[in-house]
């Protein structure tokens, strides 16, 4: 019992699992390499790690400290905030600080929303985004862009007015 309550102390969960925030963090660094198209071991290469570190990182098994999550942000040239942007509030309600105080207030911002699936951590949305910046004509680029935001308009009036008939 000893040693769970040291964990919990440690930032882990009062079971000793690893942080639901580290988890999350640890998705994000995913993401983000993902979208850039790098390995593990590339990233690992360029913080000076192993990929077996990147993913422990990435699991939310390490901790990242805050001047790891600096590297992280250089190295991916993404703000410290990409890495937390998005979070569920039920992961936020988990955080040490949280186990240590359940009374705590998460946030002051009552009015964040959230979201239960996160397209930017599918499959579907990775492969698009890097198929969209592999387009070498930029114009071209700039036109498949219209149309698909054309096209998400045009699909959402039109389920608007769907429901609105059916009233």
């Known amino acids: 019992m000893k040693s769970v309550s040291r964990k919990a102390s440690r930032g882990?969960?009062?079971?000793?699992?690893p942080n639901p925030v580290d988890i999350y963090v640890?998705?994000?660094?995913?993401?983000?390499?993902?979208?850039?198209?790098?390995?593990?071991?590339?990233l690992g290469d360029m913080l000076g790690l192993t990929?077996?570190?990147?993913?422990?990182?990435?699991?939310?098994?390490?901790?990242?400290?805050?001047?790891?999550?600096?590297d992280?942000?250089?190295?991916?040239?993404?703000?410290?905030?990409?890495?937390?942007?998005?979070?569920?509030?039920?992961?936020?309600?988990q955080s040490p600080r949280m186990?240590?105080?359940p009374g705590a207030c998460v946030s002051l911002n009552e009015d964040v929303e959230t979201?239960?699936?996160?397209?930017?951590c599918k499959q579907e949305t990775l492969e698009l985004v890097r198929a969209y910046y592999k387009i070498s004509n930029r114009q071209a680029a700039r036109h498949l862009y219209d149309l698909i935001i054309a096209m998400a308009k045009s699909t959402y009036l039109h389920?608007?007015?769907?429901?609105?008939?059916?009233m």
């Open 12 to 17: 882990r969960t009062p079971q000793g699992e």
């Open 26 to 42: 640890g998705k994000r660094i995913k993401l983000r390499r993902n979208l850039l198209g790098w390995s593990q071991e590339k």
């Open 51 to 70: 990929f077996q570190q990147i993913q422990k990182y990435e699991k939310g098994l390490n901790r990242v400290s805050a001047s790891r999550l600096w």
């Open 72 to 93: 992280f942000s250089m190295v991916l040239e993404a703000p410290i905030s990409f890495f937390y942007d998005d979070m569920d509030k039920v992961i936020a309600k």
């Open 99 to 101: 186990f240590s105080n």
């Open 115 to 120: 979201f239960n699936v996160d397209p930017m």
């Open 159 to 166: 389920n608007k007015e769907e429901a609105e008939d059916s």
